[in-house]
């Protein structure tokens, strides 16, 4: 097999109390005219918004504020804000908001310097073109830790037209710079600590379990699914517990790093289709999905569950291999049933008939990556058991 492997990373990671101030600083190397992209007013109410422009205008950068990105962005949020770029003669774009603002900034500063509209660049079969030219410099900051968006060569955009949620990917797509201030997530509500956690758990589980794991993911990986142990549980209910939240921020970032380069698996490819068929938020579907998928990938990938056990603080010692993969699971379950997370998706209704259709949107790289293979049939097994129509 051929174990050659590549890795990416941002230009420069910069992580910390306060670093949001130094973006300035930082921008003021990139270029000297931003567009600014923000989510509705979370970071306009904490003040967040103030501290950027600020520091921009110390350092005598100019900026267009391209605001109110929905939580799924579209063709035409990314168009509408790559020509309001282009009209303002921004030379470099700086997102500070959630995943979707994240990508929707990634995905702007790629098309200044390409032709045509995003959508002719999504991964749609047959016909996503290829970016042509470099895009000009990007800078992530995330206010959420989940997503790892701010470490990824991908941005998710949802095409009305055709009525898809496709992925435009391209090593050009990682930031320039990824600036993460754990600060900034001090005001997430529980709830969404705890869906965005769930979401980065499952990317480094996925990627460490997955057929392209790497030594370099599998350290970052590790030492993630140890920090989220240690923090996860303490940032759903002591939101302003900074130490705590400092943890979430570097396992989201490393889970990042960990996603684009190793991939995912099988409650990512899973959690694709339920998320476009009933608009289940990415990171509940992922965490309800990941015991269950990690209990199905048990048998094939017994020794590295039993290493997870161990990184979740598990004393293992007196434990068999089969049985440390076990506890791996039960920790991750009481973990998740500890931030509010059910153990099933029963209050969605999903329904049996669209299963097929699920199967089929599931379909694609994730699912390849899942180290246990999984035909149709598996995979109606781990819809049942995370619908809760068993
Ligand atoms: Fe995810």
Excluded at 110 to 129: F, H, P, W
């Amino acid at each position: 097999m051929n174990k050659v492997r590549e890795f990416y990373a941002p230009g420069k990671i910069i992580f910390g109390s306060e670093s949001l101030n130094q973006i300035g600083v930082e921008a003021k190397r990139l270029g000297s005219k931003a567009l600014v992209v923000l989510g509705r007013s979370a970071m306009k109410k904490s003040g967040a918004l103030d501290r950027l422009t600020y520091s921009l205008k110390k350092n005598n950068l100019k900026y267009t504020i391209y605001e109110n990105i929905p939580s799924d962005p579209t063709v035409e949020t990314v168009d509408e804000g790559a020509n309001l770029a282009r009209k303002g003669n921004c030379n470099l774009v700086i997102a500070l908001g959630g995943g979707s603002v994240l990508d929707t900034g990634k995905a702007i500063s790629a098309m200044l310097t390409n032709e045509g509209s995003v959508a002719d660049y999504q991964e749609i079969e047959g016909k996503g073109r290829k970016f042509q030219h470099k895009p000009i410099p990007f800078i992530a900051i995330p206010t959420t830790s989940g997503t790892g968006s701010e470490a990824t060569r991908n941005a998710v955009i949802t095409n009305t037209k055709l009525d898809l949620k496709k992925s435009i990917r391209d090593p050009w797509l990682i930031p320039e710079v990824a600036l993460v201030d754990p600060e900034l997530t001090l005001s997430l509500p529980p709830r969404i600590t705890a869906i965005c956690g769930g979401d980065a758990l499952t990317h480094c589980i996925e990627s460490y379990l997955g057929k392209k794991n790497q030594e370099i993911t599998d350290a970052l990986a590790l030492h993630a699914i140890g920090l989220i142990g240690k923090s996860l549980v303490k940032t759903v209910k002591e939101g302003k517990n900074l130490e705590a939240r400092k943890d979430m921020s570097m396992a989201a970032f490393m889970s990042g790093l960990c996603l684009s380069n190793s991939g995912l698996g099988a409650a990512h490819a899973l959690s694709h289709p339920l998320g476009v068929y009933y608009k289940i938020p990415h990171g509940l579907s992922c965490a309800v999905l990941l015991p269950y998928v990690m209990e199905y990938n048990l048998p094939i990938v017994t020794k590295r569950l039993a290493k997870i056990a161990e990184c979740l603080g598990e004393n293992i010692s007196s434990l068999s291999e089969t049985e440390a993969a076990h506890r791996a699971v039960e920790k991750i379950k009481e973990m998740l049933s500890a931030v509010g997370i059910k153990e099933n998706l029963s209050e969605w209704k999903i329904k049996e008939k669209d299963f097929s259709q699920l199967i089929k949107g599931a379909k694609g790289g994730s699912l390849n990556n899942n180290p246990r293979d999984t035909s149709d049939e598996d995979l109606i097994k781990l819809l049942y058991k995370m619908t809760g129509l068993y």
